[in-house]
């Protein structure tokens, strides 16, 4: 369809203003909340973390086995097998998601060649969480995309949109965050979801999770965190350059901090993370989360006493120390069926007064953003300040004190904390518990109650008292049994179980076996890292003694060669056991690490009752083996690991 020339006009003003709105946003990235003057373009600090896509025919919350690594985030749009109209890209708060969705509007308004946005001739960017109670996308777009240009009404944007576009692309950011979220009004932000509005567009939708609404056509994306690559990307990309001396200390930092790995991989706390030590020439090694984010608060702190002198450094340590009502707001909107993670300015200002409202603000604890508001009459846009911790972490931060406060005065923890689920408030309760060894005691009982609380409680007895030492005796009977981790077990279960073996290993503490059941494992870019369907790594488990793998599907030469490797790797290893697998029947010779054959490490594939065959190491054949485990050659040894596999495949089977 022609445009007349007046509605042409207008198609050129929409886009450029459009494009202000965008560059008015992608160049204000802040790695460092308290450092307000040190702003980035995201095109100067974006660093993709691992990706990965659904190719299951239906996208739904226990989609198993079907997830696959992309190289790159332009894959999401590139790749055939991802074709789709709608889709949802998942990731927990601080994996990237926003910042994905700003590379995305850097891509288009700079029209950079190879990017998915290049041949989009206009790209609607919306964060969900401003739009209050606005019901209709045009609204939107001209309340918090085109609220600068008074030369296009709403009602000639939905003409040009509708009517004239070869191509538009929306990004709507946020889901989880979304005033209508999970509800039955029928906006168009769900609408467009359902499939019922724009179904000829493409959109995408950033959240933490699954809306309800979802149609079968949509396909699925997760951002699952920096990996040692991206964490060396980020480093000399925005902190140090192509010094390799500074991105070696940084790192070095990092290692020497070991108890921060899990905590590294959100991208949102590496980034605070590098650009600390690299600041900071004297960064102390932590022996806690809780001493590092202790430390955190404090360099937000220090950092504004040193820009603002000794006339206001007195006040600032007092407001520092006196937080109780902050505590007591941030405890009380995650202690909710549905959390509340932002608040309206006023009735919060007044609250924790204006004095210290304004000094966190400053400090970059907490951040202010425009909604529009929910007493908008016709086309009269009215907005409310909302705000909101810098990131949930603070909020769990803030919360866990007042939750100290909460359990030591509480006799029946189970009523009190029955909205707090550890799984997504797991850093809340190890706050808690490294704050106050006394009621630590008390959260840590309430922990072991919870099914599969007994791992995650070691965790927080390590945050209790900084020392490994006090937790050894726990971990060593933990690894002196089968350690198993399924894919049926909550991720609260298997973060904490990966964690502690690395704990072990990292002490030299022996870890007899351990038991991967259909959770999908494969090895990372590096060779360092299993990868788990969860989206969980296990590094290499130097102590490791048996390994155990079962899975109903197919391994690849390149699969099963990536698995061998790590494998190696593990020094302590004298099993490697494939339960179901379906196996190549020859693996070539040259992709058999050669530690594995000077270690004469016993690799068993166990197919079905009775049927049992093992790896010659030297001719990169299966054969079958005898009753006792051993290859043509070896008989008379009896293998007292092979009738331990082979009694552990029976009671499997069986089950």
């Not at 538009?168 to 467009?192: F, T």
């Not at 030492?469 to 973060?495: F, G, H, P, W, Y």
């Amino acid at each position: 369809m022609e445009l007349n020339p007046d509605l042409q006009e207008k198609k050129i003003f929409l886009i450029e203003g459009l494009k202000r709105t965008y560059k008015g946003q992608y160049d204000a990235i802040q790695p460092l909340p308290y450092i307000k003057d040190r702003l980035y373009c995201v095109d100067k600090v974006f660093v993709e973390g691992s990706v990965e896509v659904c190719l299951a025919s239906e996208l739904t919350p226990d989609t198993r086995g079907s997830w696959e690594r992309l190289d790159s985030y332009k894959s999401i749009y590139t790749d055939f097998r991802f074709k789709s109209k709608r889709r949802i890209i998942q990731g927990e708060p601080g994996y990237g998601k926003s910042t994905l969705t700003l590379q995305l509007a850097y891509d288009w308004c700079n029209d950079v060649s190879d990017s998915p946005m290049n041949n989009v001739e206009i790209l609607i960017l919306l964060r969900l969480r401003q739009l209050g109670s606005v019901k209709s996308l045009f609204r939107a777009i001209k309340s918090f995309l085109l609220f600068h240009e008074p030369r296009v009404s709403k009602h000639e944007i939905e003409n040009i949109i509708i009517h004239s576009c070869s191509s538009v692309h929306i990004i709507l950011d946020g889901y989880d965050e979304y005033p209508g979220r999970d509800s039955n009004d029928n906006d168009d932000v769900h609408r467009i979801i359902k499939m019922e509005l724009f179904a000829d567009f493409d959109v995408s939708l950033t959240t933490r999770y699954l809306p309800e609404c979802l149609r079968k056509e949509t396909k699925g994306a997760k951002l699952t965190g920096f990996d040692d690559k991206a964490r060396d990307e980020y480093i000399r990309k925005a902190v140090v350059g192509n010094n390799d001396e500074a991105v070696e200390e940084i790192k070095q930092w990092l290692y020497e901090n070991s108890i921060l790995a899990d905590l590294c991989q959100v991208p949102l706390i590496f980034v605070m993370f590098a650009h600390m030590a690299h600041d900071q020439r004297d960064l102390m090694k932590f022996k806690s989360v809780t001493q590092f984010f202790k430390h955190m608060i404090r360099c937000f702190y220090d950092h504004l006493k040193q820009k603002y002198g000794d006339n206001r450094s007195n006040k600032f340590y007092l407001h520092e120390m006196e937080h109780h009502e902050l505590d007591k707001i941030a405890f009380e909107g995650l202690n909710k069926k549905n959390q509340q993670l932002s608040w309206i300015k006023t009735g919060f200002r007044q609250r924790i007064g204006p004095e210290l409202y304004d000094q966190y603000i400053l400090v970059g604890i907490l951040v202010e953003e425009d909604e529009v508001s929910d007493d908008c009459i016709g086309n009269n846009v009215s907005f409310t300040t909302m705000v909101r911790f810098y990131h949930k972490l603070f909020c769990e931060w803030y919360a866990a004190h007042h939750l100290v406060t909460l359990v030591k005065n509480a006799h029946d923890l189970s009523d009190r904390l029955r909205f707090l689920d550890p799984f997504d408030l797991q850093y809340l309760f190890r706050f808690a518990c490294g704050l106050d060894p006394d009621a630590g005691k008390k959260l840590i009982n309430h922990l072991k109650g919870l099914p599969g609380g007994d791992n995650f409680a070691i965790l927080c007895i390590l945050e209790q008292t900084g020392d490994v030492n006090d937790i050894m005796d726990s971990v060593k009977e933990l690894c002196s049994r089968r350690v198993a981790i399924n894919t049926v077990n909550s991720a609260l279960l298997q973060r904490s179980t990966t964690q502690l073996l690395e704990i072990a290993s990292k002490n030299h503490i022996p870890i007899s076996r351990v038991w991967l059941n259909h959770c999908c494992p494969r090895v990372d870019e590096s060779g360092l890292n299993l990868i788990l369907e969860s989206g969980l790594s296990l590094s290499i488990l130097s102590s490791l003694q048996e390994l155990w793998i079962r899975d109903d599907r197919k391994l690849t030469n390149e699969e099963l060669a990536a698995i061998l490797s790590y494998s190696s790797q593990c020094t302590s290893l004298k099993v490697l056991e494939f339960i179901k697998y379906d196996l190549p029947d020859t693996i070539p010779v040259g992709s058999i690490p050669s530690s594995l054959k000077s270690r004469n490490v016993k690799v068993w594939n166990f197919i079905d009752y009775g049927k049992c065959r093992r790896l010659n190491l030297q001719t990169g054949q299966w054969q079958a083996c005898d009753g006792l485990g051993n290859l043509p050659g070896e008989e008379g040894f009896h293998d007292t690991s092979y009738q331990c596999s082979l009694a552990n495949f029976n009671r499997a089977m069986s089950n």
